[in-house]
């Protein structure tokens, strides 16, 4: 009797494993300000991006996949909780001392992964806030953060990497902070004694644009926005960030390779400021930026190439996308615009980060799963970033709470090139709001200025109502809404109905 116990014991354990190694790892490469045309793939000719490419050549490649927004923390909001940024103000570009944005209570992204049973990790830039205050404690455990919204595990800067404080977290912990050196951080006054790229240019190894606020403390020969002071020991070298970042994912699967997981690997690249390792520096042709592209290649083939030493590669759904579109002078003087050579960053796209023209959210998306996908398919389907919680939500049978990410849409077989059909419309936001439907494109008015100075581009901003028809006017040169008022009334209707629950300051 015992024995025969023992047998269905271990038959259950090998049953229970197969189903475990049989659900796929998913990989999820967010970048950070790459461009619609920065990439092989979506036609960049100045570019190599041999690695990101192969993806593409592995997957399915989409055409119409978009950021939920023109910069960096709403889409990063939007990705986590399936819901637009305009839905919860503080959604806005948050400074490196913001308290935490995504509320704890509901699901997330990597809370569908946890419900089916996946270990949960991510590595990389954070910027979605710390704690329950601004004021915090760097020196102690800092947190809510990653670990209290779904993550299992995380490796974490903050905010940006041009903003302080320019440390590591692992978990809930400053890596490396030492009491006798205890961090402080302000974004109103300068504090400390550190010398700030303001008061000593001398000391700088990359000088900033005028204008831009990055001329506070400087860290690595890089004046930064914000000060702080101490924590000397534990601030990162710039040029070692995506190494640093691509050991610590190379670990975690090493270390979860027998169990499902989800690893979110958040890349600072093509991000100011840009300083590439060395290996990298002139590579391009085009500038800090460009080089700091290549790196991101070379790491994206670095982290196929870890699934693939780990026997992972077959099983692991891949997604690689960025959280907002191009900007070239970003507050640093780094050759990104003297540099630039012919090479188009919006891929024929108007407008860039910041921007409610499409070049602000329409970037490079594309999905991998070598042992269940067709190679090398093109979609034009709709598709958007917040879709991806309620996608894996459908494919891992997870249930969803009525009030949770109520703007992500289900469209798992879409997702994985199965099915053409996409979502019928999508809210972008920006500095205004933009509703995109079909081949046609409303942008609500809004009296702003038009062109953003300090960056060079167009904010999509006019105190008429436009209309483009993408159609035969990809890059929105031709406002089309005198033309068609039924279709401006219609999508503009759309657009007030999302829009009526909250407005974003």
């Not at 690695?51 to 709403?74: E, Y």
């Not at 190679?375 to 009525?402: H, K, R, Y």
Request: aromatic share 10%; hydrophobic share 35%; net charge negative.
């Amino acid at each position: 009797m015992m024995q025969k116990l023992a047998s269905i014991f271990l038959y259950l354990c090998v049953a229970l494993y197969a189903a475990a190694q049989d659900k796929p790892n998913v990989l999820l490469i967010y970048v950070d300000d790459l461009g619609y045309g920065d990439v092989g793939a979506y036609g960049a000719t100045k570019l190599k991006t041999p690695n990101i490419d192969a993806l593409a050549g592995r997957g399915v490649r989409f055409t119409n996949g978009h950021a939920a927004a023109s910069t960096c923390t709403p889409s990063r909001y939007s990705l986590m909780t399936g819901n637009y940024p305009f839905r919860q103000s503080g959604t806005g570009i948050l400074p490196g001392d913001a308290k935490l944005i995504i509320p704890q209570d509901r699901m997330t992204l990597p809370k569908v992964f946890k419900a089916s049973g996946y270990h949960t990790a991510i590595v990389g830039k954070w910027h979605l806030g710390l704690g329950d205050e601004v004021a915090k404690d760097w020196n102690a455990a800092v947190k809510p953060g990653p670990l209290e919204v779904g993550y299992d595990y995380s490796f974490i800067f903050p905010a940006t990497a041009d903003r302080v404080p320019t440390v590591f977290l692992e978990n809930h912990h400053v890596v490396g902070v030492e009491s006798s050196d205890p961090i402080h951080v302000d974004y109103k006054q300068k504090i400390g004694d550190d010398p700030t790229g303001k008061e000593n240019p001398e000391l700088l190894k990359m000088h900033s644009s005028p204008g831009q606020g990055h001329d506070n403390t400087i860290v690595n020969g890089i004046g930064r926005i914000g000060w702080m002071t101490g924590g000397h020991r534990a601030r990162w070298t710039d040029e070692e960030l995506t190494f640093t970042f691509f050991e610590k994912a190379k670990a975690y699967i090493q270390a979860h390779r027998k169990e499902p997981f989800f690893l979110t690997f958040n890349a600072t690249e093509p991000h100011v400021p840009r300083m590439p390792a060395a290996m990298f520096k002139g590579k391009s042709g085009l500038g800090y930026r460009g080089d700091a592209i290549l790196q991101l290649d070379y790491t994206v083939g670095q982290l196929v190439q870890e699934l693939k030493d780990n026997q992972l590669y077959e099983n692991t759904i891949i997604i690689f996308s960025s959280d907002n579109g191009p900007v070239l002078d970003d507050g640093y003087q780094d050759g990104a615009v003297t540099e630039l050579h012919g090479h188009d960053p919006s891929g024929g796209l108007r407008g860039g980060k910041y921007s409610a023209f499409e070049a602000g959210t329409r970037v490079p998306f594309i999905v991998s799963w070598p042992k269940h996908m067709a190679t090398g398919s093109v979609s034009d389907a709709l598709i958007a970033q917040v879709d991806l919680l309620a996608c894996f939500a459908e494919f891992l049978e997870v249930n969803l709470a009525e009030q949770d990410a109520v703007d992500s849409k289900a469209l798992w077989k879409t997702l994985i090139g199965q099915e053409q059909g996409g979502r019928s419309h999508m809210v972008q936001s920006s500095r205004t709001h933009a509703v995109l439907q079909g081949n046609y494109k409303y942008i609500k008015p809004n009296a702003g200025q038009k062109i953003a100075k300090l960056v060079n581009i167009e904010l999509g901003q006019d105190s008429e109502e436009q209309l483009y028809d993408l159609s035969v006017d990809r890059g929105e040169k031709n406002n089309v809404a005198k033309k068609f008022p039924a279709k401006v009334a219609e999508l503009k209707r759309i657009l007030d109905q999302e829009l009526k629950s909250v407005e974003r300051d």
